[in-house]
């Protein structure tokens, strides 16, 4: 009797489950009469012990995530830790090494009693040794008296790198500059680039070609020239007055820091000139015993010469010892240059051992012409 009670508990479930499979059969059949544009939802029955997709994985779908993609190489720029340090460590003491090691390369110079002779010279600090005072500066911490963590200042700091705290704040300002720059650079500053390059790189073409000539290079020749470039290559860009015929420059002012700018950009500095010709004293020999001797030649009264006889009353009357009035003569002398516009300075490259000019022949530089301006001692004409 119990084996027909659970024979008809499992028909009833059979049946229930059955009615429930139609009634939803039925209920989307309707849906979908009612709503032709959605879709239907109707699948036919699972047989017993088959699943899906979607029953297997509790209703979400079998999607697989992407492959990750390679990993980004790391920076060969060091990130400074964000942790703190310690006063008195490791980390403090091999930066304060670093940093004496920079300053024993260059001595400061003392005498026998060993006082100091000179300031000692600056010195440059590569990029990793400021990235480490940096990085010392900003993440060490002090313990006080009362037992208290305070970050270190700024002048101790410094003090313990043997810098100033200028320095040291300029390195803290700068820092994403001095991280970004090349490996063991000393430079780190910023450099402008030129407004309107293909004007300076003609210009330094011209210049070059003008140099190998041996010509005077000044700073209103770079003017002159750059203003005919920036016309000749943005000619709407310029405009001139009919009345003075003078020329305006729009976005160009032609001012000293450009030129200072294009001097650094392309290493050009002003020199002195150095291929320059030098007489000896041995070379002046002969033309100081010329003089020597036609002075002597005039002025000494030699046998048989009518030089100093006895002339007429009214002129004996005004000699001035052996001499006449009319052999006294004052004048005054004007130099004038053969070369008017030689200065002896030039623009030139940086490193370059020779610094010639073309000019005349050799010692014109020194020479000059002369107006002299005689005036005699009577009022007669001697000459």
């Not at 000699?319 to 009319?326: E, H, T, V």
Request: net charge positive; hydrophobic share 35%.
């Amino acid at each position: 009797m119990l084996r027909g009670r659970h024979q008809a508990a499992a028909t009833a479930r059979a049946q229930t489950t059955t009615d429930l499979e139609n009634f939803r059969t039925q209920w989307n059949l309707e849906i979908a009469s009612r709503y032709p544009g959605r879709p239907s939802n109707t699948r036919p029955p699972l047989a017993p012990g088959q699943t899906t997709i979607i029953t297997a994985l509790n209703g979400g779908l079998a999607v697989r995530p992407p492959r990750p993609g390679p990993l980004p190489k790391p920076r060969s720029l060091p990130i400074l830790p964000i942790q703190r340090q310690m006063a008195g460590g490791r980390q403090e003491r091999s930066v304060i090494a670093l940093f004496e090691s920079v300053h024993a390369q260059r001595p400061a110079q003392l005498d026998d009693e060993g006082e100091l002779l000179e300031a000692r010279p600056r010195n440059q600090y590569s990029r990793e040794a400021k990235l480490q005072a940096i990085q010392y500066a900003k993440y060490t911490w002090v313990q006080t008296t009362t037992g208290s963590l305070l970050p270190i200042s700024k002048y101790q700091a410094a003090r313990n790198l043997g810098i100033t705290p200028i320095m040291l704040k300029n390195w803290i300002g700068n820092e994403a500059v001095i991280l970004n720059s090349a490996k063991g650079s000393r430079r780190t500053y910023y450099r402008r680039t030129a407004k309107y390059p293909e004007v300076e790189k003609r210009l330094y073409t011209l210049f070059e070609d003008a140099r190998h000539l041996g010509r005077n290079i000044t700073h209103r020749w770079f003017l002159r020239h750059a203003k005919a470039l920036y016309r000749e290559l943005y000619p709407e860009r310029c405009m001139q007055d009919p009345m003075t015929r003078r020329w305006t420059y729009l976005e160009m002012k032609w001012s000293n820091a450009w030129f200072q700018g294009f001097r650094r950009r392309f290493n050009i500095s002003l020199r002195c000139k150095t291929k320059r010709a030098q007489k000896s004293p041995e070379e002046l020999r002969p033309t100081i015993q010329n003089w020597l001797q036609f002075n002597r030649r005039n002025t000494v009264v030699l046998e048989g010469s009518d030089c100093g006889k006895l002339r007429s009353p009214e002129v004996e009357a005004t000699r001035i010892g052996r001499f006449l009035p009319c052999h006294v003569i004052n004048m005054d002398q004007s130099p004038l240059a053969f070369e008017l516009t030689t200065t002896g300075r030039t623009y030139a490259k940086k490193g370059d051992h020779t610094v010639f000019l073309r000019s005349g022949p050799s010692g014109w530089e020194k020479r000059n012409c002369t107006l002299m301006i005689a005036v005699s001692a009577d009022v007669f004409t001697a000459y």
